[in-house]
DNA sequence: GTTAGAATGTAACAGTTGTTACACTATCAT
DNA sequence: ATGATAGTGTAACAACTGTTACATTCTAAC
């Protein structure tokens, strides 16, 4: 699919046509693979990523050791710290890394900041994707809050799932837990209970989703 | 203090002239006391709140019961949910209480969206308030994710020393164990290690930070 | 003063999560 | 085939957090 499809069907149906054509003429396509670092902590961001495809997981990072998962960002989504940093002279307080292969438009700041007077669509998608971020890291809140490690972690697999559209979830007992900030014996654990319990298949490097 | 002064002393220096006199002849100031819900959970928010003074906790809460401290909005704050529930037609995920009695300036809807086209500083306002509540959220997260319960306590009692302004916070064991999400057992128990330890003073009702 | 209720102190125990240690298996490069 | 490495299984234990139960103290209302 070339640039003009792709933005046709993620943005098609938000942006006015003249808006549209001049993202086509000024953005620029860049491909990412699994594990490519977009963004990085404390790093400080000239362009605002659009995703076209494929999906982009937010990681935080503790001041000392550990990380955690807050969301996916899927096709028609942009990172709200993109924007903010963007528009003031900010530090990034995330970090953003390719989970499935994809394409993101970048657009340069300027533009992303003049088109939020000339377009009114681009000003409601700026103030959606803030909204939606922001519901994000509350369901993130909830999840880490109130939830114990064995739902977080089938809630994980759920999620992980649904970006990767299959049962089937490639990632190591060491990867999840990474991602949920616990340990590879508290993750195998759960797992193996979950199994027990005819919830999920384990195979070496990937975990089959039986029952949701 | 009149609505005037209270409002040159919080937005006189980032509002223009003429915005500073359009919120004066139509926003409505409210006093709020402790305990007063502001916004509460599935409320549809017609006004856009500006705190003058005093300070506003803002809470999550479980679909059963639990329920978590996120942070606090001080002079010069705005609620995310609220311009997110202004802009589109939605509902507030959070909890907003009076914390220190103060006062708000009420802004209709309308004016709030009308606001973002015609003055440059309002707009900068409205995204540094999103950017603002984000980096919060963010802390919110670093909290629970990464802290022990002792820490979090420790966090809790200087955060809220901060908005009272003074190394005496009064709040029953009982409150603080429903802000952390925790139980009264857990509160009393770690808060008794600290006295022993010569960091608090405990009494009936209030707690002395000896040593932040 | 008596009493009811709220706030706090504390023990004992249960459940969850984190850590260490080690065995075993699969995969890959040589 | 051999060895190295990564991934997984599991036990044993430690640490932290949550729960139940009960005693004590303080305060306000009568």
Request: net charge negative; with cysteine; hydrophobic share 40%.
């Amino acid at each position: 699919m070339d640039m003009h499809d792709l933005l046709i069907n993620s943005y098609g149906d938000i942006f006015e046509s003249e808006l549209l054509e001049e993202i086509e003429s000024i953005a620029k396509v860049v491909q990412f693979k699994e594990g490519d670092v977009l963004i990085d902590y404390n790093q400080y961001i000239k362009t605002m990523p659009l995703l076209l495809s494929g999906a982009i997981k937010v990681m935080r990072e503790d001041y000392d050791s550990g990380e955690l998962l807050l969301y996916y960002l899927e096709r028609g989504d942009t990172c709200a710290m993109s924007m903010t940093c963007c528009l003031g002279e900010k530090q990034s307080e995330i970090r953003a890394i390719g989970e499935v292969p994809g394409e993101i438009l970048m657009i340069p700041v300027q533009k992303m900041s003049e088109w939020i007077g000339k377009y009114k669509s681009w000003m409601a998608f700026v103030f959606e994707s803030y909204n939606n971020r922001f519901n994000e890291l509350l369901n993130a809140v909830d999840t880490i809050a109130f939830m114990d490690m064995n739902d977080r972690l089938l809630n994980y697999l759920f999620e992980k799932s649904k970006i990767e559209n299959s049962n089937v979830v490639y990632k190591t007992h060491q990867d999840i837990a990474k991602e949920l900030n616990t340990s590879r014996v508290v993750v195998s654990r759960l797992l193996k209970a979950l199994e027990t319990e005819g919830r999920i298949k384990l195979n070496r490097n990937s975990i089959e989703i039986l029952v949701k």
